[in-house]
């Protein structure tokens, strides 16, 4: 079955405790993203990654890390969250092909920090 | 980055067609128009994308001005599931950044 999963799908830390979020596709994807989602700020891109060795900033990227050894996987790192970083994260990912171009969800990951 | 407006919410009585506009007034040439949903507790899922010409799918039909400022997603008859939050959004050339907006949250009335 095609899908993105993300680990963990909950967690509550602590201010400063570096955590890291994995996220991983099954579909040969390229193209993969980070979003958070916030009450009425809607879903905003943290980062995006074209390729492998290849990421780039989205709109919201202050405080956060990414990389991309490998096509599958896309972790997001924390290295000291702070409590404005409590968020649902989604991973998300494509091929980008302007004819299919459907970007597949992950279930998302709801971060409380403490 | 091209941005979108949508109405915030909207309500449709279940079996009766829906139509969710959009207006992008500073859309590029080369941007494609997508509608993701995003049911209660889920990630977004994609809907349909076109670029000039009206786009027709199992899930939705979108019509997409002649000017290219303007678009509705239609859904031709309502069912309770399709209660949710949708998007539209444009995508650069380049796909890389992606814009969802604050969406509309349709809601359907039984």
């Known amino acids: 079955e095609a899908q993105v999963t993300q680990n963990p799908r909950y967690l509550i830390t602590v201010t400063g405790k570096k955590l890291t979020v994995t996220c991983s596709q099954n579909m040969n994807h390229e193209y993969m993203s980070w979003y958070r989602q916030d009450p009425g700020l809607g879903l905003r891109q943290i980062y995006y990654?074209?390729?492998?060795?290849?990421?780039d900033k989205g709109d919201v990227p202050e405080g956060y890390k990414v990389s991309r050894k490998e096509k599958r996987n896309f972790p997001l790192i924390l290295e000291s969250p702070s409590p404005n970083q409590t968020s649902l994260y989604f991973c998300?990912?494509?091929?980008?092909?302007?004819?299919?171009?459907?970007?597949?969800f992950g279930p998302g990951t709801r971060l409380t920090v403490t | 980055d091209a941005k979108t407006t949508q109405p915030n919410s909207m309500e449709s009585n279940e079996e009766e067609p829906v139509h969710l506009p959009c207006n992008h007034s500073?859309?590029?040439?080369?941007?494609?128009i997508h509608w993701y949903r995003q049911l209660p507790s889920q990630g977004p899922e994609y809907v349909i994308h076109?670029?000039?010409s009206n786009v027709n799918n199992r899930m939705a039909s979108l019509a997409i001005a002649e000017d290219r400022k303007s678009s509705t997603l239609i859904l031709h008859r309502a069912t309770l599931r399709d209660a949710a939050v949708y998007y539209c959004i444009l995508r650069g050339y380049n796909f890389n950044k992606f814009y969802f907006g604050s969406g509309t949250k349709l809601n359907v009335k039984p």
């Open positions: 990654s074209m390729n492998v060795e290849v990421t």
């Open positions: 998300a990912s494509s091929s980008p092909d302007r004819v299919q171009d459907e970007q597949y």
């Open positions: 076109g670029l000039t």
């Open positions: 500073t859309i590029s040439g080369t941007d494609y």
